[in-house]
T-cell receptor, first 110, second 113 residues
Framework: GQQLNQSPQSMFIQEGEDVSMNCTSS?????WLWYKQDPGEGPVLLIA?????ELTSNGRLTAQFGITRKDSFLNISASIPSDVGIYFC??????????FGTGTRLKVLA | DTGVSQDPRHKITKRGQNVTFRCDPI?????LYWYRQTLGQGPEFLTY????????KSRLLSDRFSAERPKGSFSTLEIQRTEQGDSAMYLC???????????FGPGTRLTVT
């Protein structure tokens, strides 16, 4: 079945740095979702990415399709300590079932 | 709009006992999903409801698992004869029919001892 691979698996960054993470599938998809999950909580939807060739923004977050549209990037500018968490990408390969990526764990050093 | 809610947030049970979890989706969302998430993994799809109809069940959902959404509003997930391998976070999500976005509840953390 369809698998989503995220990279990096984990990253430590300094507060104030910009962050970029990637999600790759084996097929082209027209819509990508990006979530953030804090420990012990459910995932929170950050960005829904619909339009290839455009950046979609939500505050300090931006997302965009990769060139092949088999991947997507999430960028965080000027990271702050509350950006700590696990970031998941998600797709809906069929009519209604969603699949999730392997996650990128972000740790911010103050 | 209060978002997706789940109850209880935490459940500790002994192996062999039955447990039931409840999910209240965002009102007017006709699509409801259950997921299971184990430590270090992304959510794994369990089952999907469109209104009151259960349209898909994952092979992860053994015969000990059953889910209902009797009036197309809240949903319950029951696990019978719990096993230690059932220990996980059980997440509920809802989605409106016409949109791609899916919204999660806070989850129920199940620990089977």
């Amino acid at each position: 079945g369809q698998q989503l691979n995220q990279s990096p698996q984990s990253m430590f960054i300094q507060e104030g740095e910009d962050v970029s993470m990637n999600c790759t599938s084996s097929s082209i998809f027209n819509t990508w979702l990006w979530y953030k999950q804090d420990p012990g909580e459910g995932p929170v939807l950050l960005i829904a990415l619909y339009k290839a060739g455009e950046l979609t923004s939500n505050g300090r977050l931006t997302a965009q399709f990769g060139i092949t549209r088999k991947d997507s990037f999430l960028n965080i500018s000027a990271s702050i300590p509350s950006d700590v968490g696990i970031y998941f990408c998600a797709l809906r390969p069929g009519t209604y079932k969603y699949i999730f990526g392997t996650g990128t764990r972000l740790k911010v050093l103050a | 709009d209060t978002g997706v809610s789940q109850d209880p947030r935490h459940k500790i049970t002994k192996r062999g006992q039955n447990v039931t979890f409840r999910c209240d989706p965002i009102s007017e969302h006709n699509r409801l999903y259950w997921y299971r998430q184990t430590l270090g993994q992304g959510p794994e799809f369990l089952t999907y409801f469109q209104n009151e109809a259960q349209l898909e069940k994952s092979r992860l959902l053994s015969d000990r698992f059953s889910a209902e959404r009797p009036k197309g509003s809240f949903s319950t997930l029951e696990i019978q004869r719990t096993e230690q391998g059932d220990s996980a976070m059980y997440l509920c999500a809802s989605s409106p029919r016409t949109a791609y976005e899916q919204y999660f509840g806070p989850g129920t953390r199940l620990t089977v001892t």
